[in-house]
């Protein structure tokens, strides 16, 4: 395999180490800006909405990047995106369904 | 590998959502955060041996017939194995790469840097555990506690399996043979299934410790 071959199969395959580490580097960012969020300042009811966000960013970005989802086959990353929806609904009905019991009892 | 890591998300879900139910339930402490509770029902509680008194002991009255309780939960010491967790998933990206592109060197190193590193985390869990029994807080003492420490035990169960998985390609690595014919597809398949962990304590680091009952 010439050298220009064996990069293009890296470059579908991931990313470099270095890349890796600045992921790294950025995950510990948006960790050091949650934690400020949530022991800093009152944010009110803002602070939920921006942590939820922020825990979806690195959750996307090692699913794809350090799980190498982004450079899979689709039919994968539609695999783990249908079981993963289906997980948050069945997380969603259980709050649904039980929340409502417990708020009566009080 | 991928089909797994799905069925992992509703068994992760569901707990996930036990332990938000409860969380705002708790009528007496320890609580996660630090909260304000009439005097009269905490001592109502001690005398009739609902609450323990290590766990009273965390609540002063700040007049006004209220007390106030500190939270259990030790932020600052959560976040510091969250990093560690979150290092971990750069050593072990880093073991992938060197695995799939002959570098079995690079490979190990990480691969011990890994290993190394979750079992940091695991003490910083037993730690935690340990810390929460002596302060009142057990499986038994209420509905916070339970999901909370089967949330949480559950997926310490998970990166304790991770670091045995990890350790056994590292040793394996170390044979005549090595890994065999594909290293690259063992290492990464390890490596998704740490990922994982890694990404499921994203979630609950946010919600037990981020966001507020």
Redesign the interface.
């Known amino acids: 395999m010439t050298m220009h071959a064996e990069h293009e199969v ?1 470059e579908q ?2 990313l470099q ?1 270095m890349q ?2 600045w ?2 580097v950025a ?2 960012i948006i ?1 050091v800006v ?2 400020a ?3 800093g300042p009152d944010l009110g009811h803002a ?2 909405p921006i ?2 966000v ?2 979806v960013v ?2 996307i970005v ?2 794809a990047y ?3 989802l982004r450079f899979e086959h689709p039919l ?1 990353w539609q ?2 995106a ?3 929806a ?3 609904f ?3 009905a ?2 649904t369904l ?2 409502t019991d ?1 708020t009566d009892v ?1 | 590998m991928w089909i797994f890591l799905g069925s992992e998300c509703l068994f992760f879900g569901s707990l996930i959502a036990t332990y938000l139910i409860f969380k705002g339930e708790i009528q007496l402490p320890p609580f996660p955060s630090d909260t304000i509770v009439a005097t009269a029902d905490l001592e109502a509680a001690l005398h009739s041996g609902a609450l323990e008194e290590v766990a009273a002991e965390h609540c002063e009255s700040i007049g006004g017939g209220q007390s106030e309780c500190a939270g259990i939960l030790d932020i600052p010491l959560t976040s510091q194995s969250t990093f560690v967790l979150l290092m971990s998933s750069v050593t072990m990206v880093l073991a992938v790469f060197g695995a799939q592109y002959g570098r079995p060197r690079m490979m190990k190193g990480w691969l011990l840097a890994t290993v190394l590193l979750g079992l940091v985390f695991l003490g910083y869990q037993v730690f935690e555990f340990r810390t929460f029994g002596q302060e009142g807080l057990t499986l038994a003492t209420n509905q916070f506690g339970a999901s909370f420490f089967v949330l949480t035990g559950l997926h310490g169960t998970h990166v304790a399996v991770g670091v045995v998985i990890l350790a056994s390609l590292l040793l394996g690595s170390f044979r005549r043979t090595g890994l065999g014919a594909e290293p690259g597809f063992q290492v990464e398949m390890a490596g998704l299934y740490w990922h994982f962990v890694d990404v499921v304590w994203i979630v609950i680091f946010t919600i037990i410790y981020l966001i507020p009952a």
């Open positions: 890296e395959h991931g180490p890796y580490v992921i790294g995950l510990t960790t949650e934690l969020a949530s022991l602070l939920i942590l939820i922020l825990s690195k959750f090692v699913v350090y799980m190498h994968l695999a783990f249908g079981s993963l289906l997980g948050v069945v997380v969603i259980l709050i039980f929340w417990i009080i």
